[in-house]
């Protein structure tokens, strides 16, 4: 069978890359160390990491570390760029999601809900079969696009997690 993209978030990679739990974190920070721990039981992902997330990760690493750490993550994923195709479908799904006239969205800035809406779009556009997030606006966001891909916390990706009776239709971009 072969692997199918599982976009990370941001809010995962960073537990990962952390050595100890944020205070209040835990249950977090143990569920991203146990996926990348168990990522060779993963048959049905490859991990993928769109740039908008990868720019998130970096911005909260020390600059001594940038280099490092995104020479890292392009050896452990698949860097999904956002190009053109990428913006476009974005566009789609902003005017859909932050049509809004309050300057939140749940507990996102409409900055906030763009950056979510660009990783989600890179997801879609790359193909990826899931999007790997502990944010829940990315959950309120995704359930107000059409979209064909899981979204959810590592636990959901992980071997004992998945069913595989259940199988998503087709990706596909959305139309105006």
């Given at each position: ?10 809010s995962v990679v960073l ?77 789609r799904f902003a005017r ?81």
């Amino acid at each position: 069978m072969a692997k199918k993209l599982l976009a990370l978030d941001s809010s995962v990679v960073l537990h990962w890359l952390v050595n100890k739990a944020p205070k209040g974190q835990e249950a977090r920070w143990d569920e991203a160390q146990e996926l990348f721990k168990r990522a060779s039981e993963l048959e049905q992902w490859e991990f993928a990491l769109p740039t908008n997330a990868l720019a998130e990760v970096l911005a909260g690493v020390p600059m001594n570390m940038q280099a490092g750490v995104g020479d890292l993550l392009k050896g452990w994923c698949i860097l999904l760029n956002f190009d053109a195709q990428a913006a476009h479908i974005a566009a789609r799904f902003a005017r859909r999601a932050i049509r809004s006239r309050t300057k939140t969205i749940g507990a996102s800035t409409k900055q906030q809900v763009k950056v979510d809406v660009e990783i989600i779009a890179s997801a879609v556009r790359h193909g990826c079969g899931g999007l790997c997030v502990f944010d829940g606006d990315h959950h309120r966001i995704a359930s107000r696009i059409e979209h064909q891909m899981l979204v959810g916390p590592p636990t959901m990706f992980m071997p004992a997690q998945l069913d595989y009776t259940k199988s998503s239709k087709p990706l596909a971009a959305p139309t105006s």
